[in-house]
């Protein structure tokens, strides 16, 4: 490497240090204690110096890395030779990772905890599906995807406790309400585009998520809903001792009791739940209105002068979006058995943007790897409490750094010619 | 058949269309020529409907369509080839045909339509799986003016088919036109800068300056036209 070139990242990488240190100097650094009377500042210099420290080691890596193609490039060689091995051989790779995702439960090291975080990245991928309909398909970016996942928790939630109908009648219901609600989100924001029509969105998610915190009387607010009925397994509940004139799970199979047994069929049905919508997606592609979602994506004008009905089509991409969001709120409601507006926040709606963006907009195992690369880590890091979302932060930037157009970033054809089917 | 009148068209405050009178007859070629900024690609998208007309009438076959959504002016007959071409560059070429047949994309009679598509411009059908985005000009210019096609127009609107292609490829492409015109029967209305291939094409021309059209007359007859010439023809383009 040229002197040049190491003098060069060496002032960029204390440039970097400084704004670190701005940044870095007040938050981290002045910390406020209350002893006594009132509140005291103490300052904690030494965490201060040790991340802006780090900050320019980063930037100083990172610039070494794209200007000289050395042994640093490691990184970045292991991950386009991982995207070009799955954009190769993408039907193996969904095979064997839904066979995994299959034998997953039954493998000896999976025990409570696995399968739960398990379930929570199936939850993500699912709704990453879902809002890529939306976001990676017909281009419009929603930063109130959550909402879309309230309205489905919350209609599954009130419906099972009001009417007492199974998860089965509830959640196309559930479904059909968030559907409804994508409509009537759609309808304002029709004309808008980019930038505003994420505003717009941003603000729907909030306006839902208000709305059920203050109308007391049908969502009980900030107390939420309990006692949301568990699904059972075709009519068999999930119950050590059940109600008489019933036979539970266990006692039909004429297996011991064991709570992981509920666990497992819930993680079997979000599978089978996120499967369902990416088998959707793929599909819906290949049909006219897939296709024009695809090219209002790509050019609106063009579009009207087609004769594709953008109205019409950005009503469905955003409606079967939210049917979606709102399948997987009904899981989770039923998975909880508590649901209370703190759940649907929007943070919720930017980790699954973030899940779509990174994955590559609008590839389906880049939703999948992003879903794993951030909920997994995040999990992995649970033990440091607050200071996960660190680990959260930094996962975006190596992603961002490394593959800055997400993690799968080639759109497949949907037509290929005889003989390009691999 | 298609028949434009005192047509008023704004963007915001500014007027541009001041009052455009022209038609279109059944099977004929007809050109519209005129500078930048004469209100030519305006004067299609208000018949296309995309931008709307504020005074004025455009009847198409007997019917009122000044007021009728994009989608349904395509779905009677008026598709338009818009300026740039304007291709779906992350789509094949081929789900770009496909799309503009997003009206009727059902059955034989749409392969049909494709396969008609692929013989009109032969250099499609090679590259019916590469991306819109890696074609080169002039054939984005046939894929535009392929997918436009699948729509099944009576009239169809060209804006501005020799924008940026290789001047081979032009005469090529205005061959094309003439073709679709002739052997499939469809009335062309075309818009272009290139004055002079326009005229030479056309059965009749008009020319458009500040929102209005101030000449008009047989293609042929407006080539000698001494003011067409000084303004549009002479030094201009050769090719």
């Known amino acids: 490497m040229e002197k040049k070139d190491i003098i060069q990242s060496f002032k960029d990488s204390l440039f970097t240090g400084l704004i670190a240190l701005a940044l870095f100097g007040p938050i981290v650094g002045l910390r406020t204690a209350s002893k006594g009377e ?24 990172i610039n070494l890395n794209s200007s000289r193609k ?28 839904i066979l995994f995702a299959v034998v997953f439960p039954f493998l000896p090291f999976t025990d409570r905890y696995f399968m739960d975080v398990a379930i929570m990245i199936l939850t993500y991928i699912m709704l990453g599906w879902g809002l890529n309909i939306v976001v990676g398909l017909a ?32 959640l ?23 930038d505003y029509l994420a505003i717009v969105t941003l603000g729907f998610g909030e306006i839902i998520r208000i709305i059920l915190i203050n109308w007391y009387e ?98 469905t991409a955003f409606a079967i979006g939210a049917m979606f969001g709102g399948f997987a709120g009904s899981f989770f409601a039923t998975r909880q058995a508590f649901i209370s507006p703190e759940s649907f926040t929007f943070i919720e709606s930017a980790i699954i943007v973030a899940i779509v963006v990174l994955g590559g907009m609008g590839s389906q195992t880049g939703v999948v790897l992003a879903s794993i690369f951030l909920i997994g880590i995040t999990e992995m890091f649970r033990d440091l409490e607050q200071y996960r979302m660190i680990a959260f932060g930094g996962a975006m930037v190596l992603i961002m750094v490394f593959k800055p157009k997400g993690i799968l970033a080639n759109r497949k054809p949907t037509i290929l010619m005889h003989g390009d089917k691999k | 058949m298609l028949k434009i009148s005192n047509v008023e068209t704004f963007y915001g405050k500014i007027q541009a269309l001041r009052g455009v009178d022209l038609d279109v007859n059944d099977g004929e070629i007809v050109s519209l020529i005129g500078s930048n900024g004469a209100g030519k690609s305006t004067l299609l998208m208000t018949i296309s409907g995309v931008n709307k007309a504020k005074r004025g009438n455009i009847v198409f076959n007997g019917k009122n369509i000044e007021n009728q959504a994009p989608h349904k002016i395509v ?23 496909r799309l503009g047949a997003h009206a009727n994309e059902k059955g034989k009679y749409f392969e049909n339509d494709i396969k008609e598509v692929y013989d009109l411009f032969p250099v499609l059908s090679d590259r019916k799986t590469q991306r819109g985005g ?30 940026g292609i290789a001047p081979k490829l032009v005469n090529q492409i205005f061959v094309s036109i003439k073709n679709i015109n002739k052997e499939k029967n469809v009335t062309i209305f075309l818009v272009e800068q290139n004055a002079k291939k326009a005229l030479e094409l ?38």
């Open chain 1, 70 to 97: 050395t042994e640093i490039t490691f990184f970045s060689k292991f991950t386009s030779k991982f995207s070009a091995i799955t954009e190769d051989k993408a039907k193996h790779f969904a095979i064997t990772a």
């Open chain 1, 38 to 61: 009132g509140l005291f500042i103490t300052p904690q210099w030494g965490v201060v110096f040790l991340l802006v420290g780090l900050c320019i080691l980063g930037r100083f890596l």
């Open chain 2, 134 to 163: 890696t074609l080169s000009g002039g054939e984005q210019q046939m894929l535009a003016i392929g997918r436009a096609l699948m729509s099944k127009p009576k009239v169809l609107l060209l804006d501005e088919p020799s924008l």
């Open chain 1, 139 to 170: 281009g419009l970016l929603d930063l109130g995807y959550v909402a879309f996942y309230a309205v489905g928790a919350y209609s599954y939630a009130l419906i099972a406790t009001t009417f007492g109908w199974s998860f089965w009648i509830c």
């Open chain 1, 172 to 194: 196309p219901l559930a479904g059909l309400f968030a559907a409804f609600f994508g409509i009537l989100l759609g309808f304002p924001v029709l004309r808008l585009r980019g």
């Open chain 1, 218 to 315: 049908v969502t009980n607010g900030p107390d939420g809903i309990t006692g949301i009925p568990r699904p059972s397994f075709f009519g068999l509940p999930f119950k050590r001792s059940p109600d008489e004139g019933e036979t539970s799970f266990h006692l039909f199979f004429n297996l011991e009791y064991s709570t992981m047994h509920r666990i497992i069929f819930l993680y079997y049905l979000i599978l089978v739940l996120a499967l369902i919508t990416n088998y959707f997606t793929l599909k819906i592609r290949k049909l006219p209105v897939g296709r024009a979602w695809e090219a209002l994506r790509e050019d609106e004008i063009a579009c009207k002068s087609l004769g594709v009905n953008p109205t019409n089509t950005k009503l």
């Open chain 2, 75 to 97: 779905d009677m007959g008026i598709c338009q080839v818009p300026e740039g071409r304007r291709i779906f560059s992350r789509l094949t070429v081929e789900e770009n045909l």
């Open chain 2, 202 to 239: 056309a059965d009749r021309a008009y020319v458009l300056v500040n929102g209005k059209v101030t000449i008009k007359g047989p293609g042929q007859e407006l080539l000698k036209n001494k003011d067409i010439q000084a303004a549009y023809l002479e030094g201009g383009s050769k090719n």
